[in-house]
Every structure is written in C-alpha cells, then in structure tokens.
C-alpha cells in the first residue's frame, strides 16, 4: 500500500497514511514526556499488588475446608492480580518500572517465580514483538499466528485444519495459552529464538521453580498447593492470553509487508485501545491503554492514563475496543491483504 492511499476505517477523520505518519511520530514525541518511572509510585504498586496476591492466595488455601467452589471463585481475582504482576515483569522488561536497568532485571526475574515465564527470553522476544508489530514479513516472534487469506488457501487440507484449530477460541484461549506459559517456556528448544541466546534464561527458571513450588507444597502441602495453584494459572494464564490477543487482533488492524511498515503507523493503527470498567483496568495494569504503549514502551503501566488524558488525539485515533465489542473479533482469523483487514473463514471463502 502506498503511503498517499487513504487510511484503514478508524477514528482518524480520512487522513492519508502520510499524515497518519505524521501524526503517529508527533504523539510520539508526546508520550516521551511520560516514561519516567517514579521510584515511590513503583514501589507502592508493587507492594500493593503482591500483599493482594499473598491475601487471596491465602484466602483460596483456607477455603478448601470450606467449599471448593469457593476456592475456584477466589482463583478469579487472584489470577487477575497474577496478571497484574506479570504486567509489573512486563514493564521491568522494557526497562520502565524502576530507573536502574539492574533493579528492573532482577525483579523481572523475581516476579518469574510467580508467572512462571523466563525473563531474559520473554524480554528478548518481546522486543522483537514491539520492533515487527504489523509487519507480514516478520511475523511469528511474540505474536498470534495469523495467516493471510493467499497463504490459508495453499494450504493442504490437514495444515488448514491444524490452523481452524489453533484458531479455535476453545482451544487457543483454554487449552493452548495455559499449555504454553506451563509447558512450551519450560523447554529451551523449538523456540522462536537460538538455543544459545535463552537456555541459561528457560532452564534457570525451570530450577528456580523446582525449588520454590517444591517449597510451598512442603509447606501447605502438595495436594491443596495444587489445588489452589492451578486454578489461578489458568485464569491467570486465558485473562493474559485474552488481553495479548485483542490488543492485535481486530477488523481493521494494522499490517504491512516490511517494505510499506511503519513503526508508528503499527503503533498507532496496530494496537487497540482496549477501554476496559476501572476494576479491571487496575487489575491488568492499564495495559489495554496498548496503542500508547507501542508509541513509548518506557512509560510506566502507571502512568499509561496520564499520557492518554494528555492528548485528545490518542483517545481519538486508536482502534477503540469495548468489551462486548472484543468478543467479535474472535471470529476474525486471516489477513486479507486485497482488503487490508481480518477476515473469518466464511469471509474468505
């Protein structure tokens, strides 16, 4: 697509793509005020966030003599306030919690222990995530694998059906994000980067886990520890998922084959603005506020809502997303790259 054609159908009043690049570049220069991290901000929300953890968690262990459906209805809010934490990691990965890298990394590997996901190698994807966002040629790091409509259809019949699957809400939300943060990163291999550059990450935490799961369960004792600790990372884990997916994953979102991408283009007609009720904005660490965090990775999950109430345009501008709306985007499964937007296997045809 040429940079003079007009732009995808968002809330952007029919700028061209050039002026959309403008535009991506000079709010930018306005997150760029935000990314400073406040030392007593972080530490609040850190503190807060694991005495919360800690409490429900304890919660759900005095529950299992009470009622175990009690238990599972605790693993709700607790497996959000999983999240929560796993965004605090996120932030320290792109070395936005704390000013000091050294502070940031090692919390980062802390806080592993509890999302049981490997730092360094979720740290170095991630970055690749945010560096290719949007781009068909880059595909397939840190991301939801999405075919386009051309590839789909030179499939061989078991391929599609092994896609269909994937695609699968049942599968990819339940089924196959739990596999992958319990399984999949806790092998070093088949992984979208070298042997080399995460083993010492994946199976660092891999011992790291044998001894502080293995200690809990001595503790409270392994069947109720595994009564309560499944639960949460399974809501912990389809919440995560859920999230990671709608941020990229809508009619009119942003790709482009490497020669036509744009970084701020992807940032800002890429990610959504997934406007979510206070509580469970909180709960995810405002990360739903995700075309912001495209444009600057550095600003804090704290000071997300700063940076969009600064800026009439990035409230205006973004692909805007409620949640009842999301649900639809489930169906859209491919890339139409005639009509520059996903599509569901019926549409395709």
């Known amino acids: ?40 901000r972080s530490l609040t929300q850190l503190f807060i966030t694991l005495g919360l953890f800690f409490g429900t968690f304890a919660l759900m262990l005095w529950s299992l003599d009470v009622s175990y459906l009690l238990t599972l209805a605790l693993a709700i809010p607790t497996g959000g306030l999983l999240v929560r934490l796993f965004v605090i990691q996120h932030d320290c990965g792109h070395g936005a919690f704390f000013e000091s890298s050294t502070a940031n990394d090692w919390l980062g590997r802390i806080l592993s222990l509890f999302t049981i996901t490997p730092y360094s190698f979720w740290k170095r994807a991630h970055a ?22 051309t590839e789909y259809r030179s499939l061989s019949l078991l391929s599609r059906l092994k896609y269909r699957i994937y695609r699968n809400p049942l599968f990819l939300f339940v089924i196959g994000v739990p596999i992958h943060f319990a399984i999949i990163q806790r092998l070093p291999f088949g992984q979208p980067l070298t042997f080399g550059k995460i083993w010492r990450s994946v199976l660092g935490l891999d011992i790291g886990l044998i ?15 595994l009564l309560t600790y499944f639960p949460v990372m399974l809501v912990g884990s389809v919440i995560g998922g859920w999230m990671f997916f709608i941020h990229h994953q809508y009619e009119e979102v942003y790709w482009e084959r490497d020669s036509e991408w744009r970084f701020h283009l992807a940032g800002l007609l890429g990610s959504s603005y997934y406007v979510l009720p206070k509580a469970l904005q909180w709960l995810s660490g405002s990360i739903g506020i995700h075309h912001i965090h495209h444009l600057n990775a550095r600003i804090p999950n704290y000071r997300l809502q700063e940076c969009l109430d600064a800026s009439p345009e990035l409230r205006s501008t973004p692909k805007k997303l409620h949640f009842f709306e999301s649900l639809k985007c489930i169906r859209l499964v491919l890339w139409d790259e005639d009509n520059k937007k996903l599509v569901s296997f019926a549409e395709a045809g």
């Open 128 to 149: 690749i995530h945010h560096a290719s966002c949007g781009n068909l040629d880059k595909r397939g790091v840190g991301d939801i694998t999405t075919l386009t409509v």
């Open 211 to 225: 001894f502080f799961l293995g200690g809990l369960m001595y503790l409270f004792g392994a069947v109720p520890f």
């Open 1 to 40: 697509m040429s940079t003079s054609e007009s732009a995808p159908s968002l809330a952007t009043q029919s700028l061209t793509l050039e002026e959309l690049e403008a535009l991506g570049q000079k709010l930018a220069a306005h997150c760029r005020n935000y990314r400073d991290a406040n030392l007593r």
